[in-house]
């Protein structure tokens, strides 16, 4: 008999059925036991007896070819190797195992009659990782997500199993079919859930479950992408506007997909005042005339909707008081009158309970206290000046006769000052 060949143990009758021992023979047994090994890994094979009875052990693949006959190789397969052989054991091992390896291998011995043991070598075929398919399209919000998960190469059957972010979910069904091979399986497994705008970049994780695993964790992991109508408010910039000021609306709208065209408006007035991909509404100088409720109409693929913000330029420092308002629908058009009849929400007033002065009042304090030093100015001038005219005013002279002193009445004065005017002395008088 060659290697590799069938092998018909001494002592059996053809057809395989062996000979019972007519005597007690359970020193001569060999025994076996069955093996798990997941493919890929290595499976090894041991046969022991107490009594060899100066036989050899033997064994053999399910295809009842002779691996090994004591520590003689008796099959080419570079896999199988021998890792023990002496006269009471035969120890084998095969690595890089497939699943064609599954089935029963014999152990014998070839005693009078000849003795056998099986061992089952059992085959796990590791699954593949997990697929989700249908989250390749975002999904509209309050419509239902339709997810399948699908695994296939799992020996036996894999179990699959759902969750969306911190929660797990229920699956709606699943489905086992066979490989082409005819040894592993694919399974499928379906989940169904209504998606909300809070869904939106929430991860969905499909993991399978397989003993092949050894405690791992095998999972496939994707976002989910939910579109929802959009929303907006107005902010002001600087947040208190005042007049005189430049101020800058900016309408601040949210939403997948974000809001791509902008359109401005002014309660009470016909046209427009923008509109453009732009959300910011520029006023370059505020004044009392810009006053009024500006309204912003956001709109995206999935609706638009109407922010709302009152300005009010007047003296005092005013606080800004945005109002959102509902939503509609993709089908609905843009119209003056649609928005004009969206209901609105006033907040109370807040107070600022910090003293801020009105702005008449401080430019009136300012154009006052400009006018204050320039007629400050003008009077120092004017005391400077005149100081300076009295201090350089110049001299000019009198005549007096002499003896017009000692004269007794004012006629005899005139006539002796006639004859003396000449030899007069010259007499300055000055302004002090």
Not at 225 to 245: D, L, N
Request: glycine content about 6%; some cysteine.
């Amino acid at each position: 008999m060659a290697f590799g060949d069938a092998a018909v143990p001494w002592g059996a009758v053809e057809g395989g059925d062996t000979i019972n021992c007519p005597f007690p023979c359970a020193e001569s047994q060999p025994t076996t036991s069955d093996e798990t090994v997941v493919a890929g890994g290595t499976v090894v094979l041991k046969c022991q007896v107490e009594d060899p009875d100066d036989s050899s052990l033997q064994w053999s693949n399910p295809a009842q070819q002779t691996l090994y006959f004591g520590e003689k190789r008796a099959l080419r397969d570079n896999r199988i190797q021998l890792e023990r052989s002496t006269p009471n054991e035969l120890t084998i091992s095969i690595s890089d195992v497939v699943l064609a390896d599954e089935g029963e291998y014999t152990c014998s011995i070839f005693t009078m009659p000849v003795r056998t043991a099986k061992a089952l070598v059992t085959v796990l075929g590791i699954p593949q990782k997990p697929q989700i398919f249908g989250h390749e399209q975002p999904i509209d919000e309050e419509k239902v997500a339709r997810l399948i998960c699908r695994s296939s190469g799992s020996k036996p059957a894999a179990q699959l199993r759902w969750r969306k972010g911190n929660r797990d979910i229920k699956d709606s069904g699943t489905e086992v079919v066979e490989d082409p091979n005819g040894k592993t399986f694919t399974v499928t497994s379906r989940v169904e859930f209504r998606v909300t705008k809070e869904d939106n970049e929430v991860e969905v994780t499909c993991t399978v479950d397989h003993e092949s695993l050894q405690n791992s964790e095998r999972s496939t992991t994707q976002k989910l992408q939910v579109h929802y109508k959009p929303t907006a408010k107005i902010e002001p910039h600087p947040q208190y506007p005042r007049e005189g000021e430049k101020l800058q609306l900016q309408c601040d709208g949210q939403g997948n997909p974000i809001p791509q065209e902008f359109l401005w408006e002014k309660e009470g007035s016909d046209a427009p005042l923008q509109l453009s991909s732009d959300s910011v509404l520029i006023f370059p100088f505020l004044n009392k005339s810009d006053s009024g409720t500006y309204v912003c109409t956001a709109t995206s693929s999935m609706g638009s909707v109407v922010a709302k913000y009152n300005l009010d330029v007047s003296d005092l420092p005013q606080l800004p008081t945005p109002h959102v308002h509902s939503t509609r629908g993709p089908s609905q058009p843009i119209s003056h009158a649609s928005m004009a009849s969206a209901p609105s929400f006033t907040p109370a007033p807040i107070q600022d309970a910090s003293p801020v002065p009105s702005t008449s009042s401080t430019y009136h304090a300012m154009i006052g206290g400009v006018v204050a030093v320039i007629v400050f100015l003008l009077l120092s001038l004017l005391i400077v000046l005149g100081h300076y005219l009295i201090r350089h005013k110049g001299t000019y002279l009198t005549h007096e006769a002499k003896g017009s002193d000692d004269a007794p009445d004012a006629d005899t004065a005139i006539i002796n000052a006639e004859g003396g005017q000449a030899g007069g002395d010259d007499k300055k008088e000055y302004f002090i």
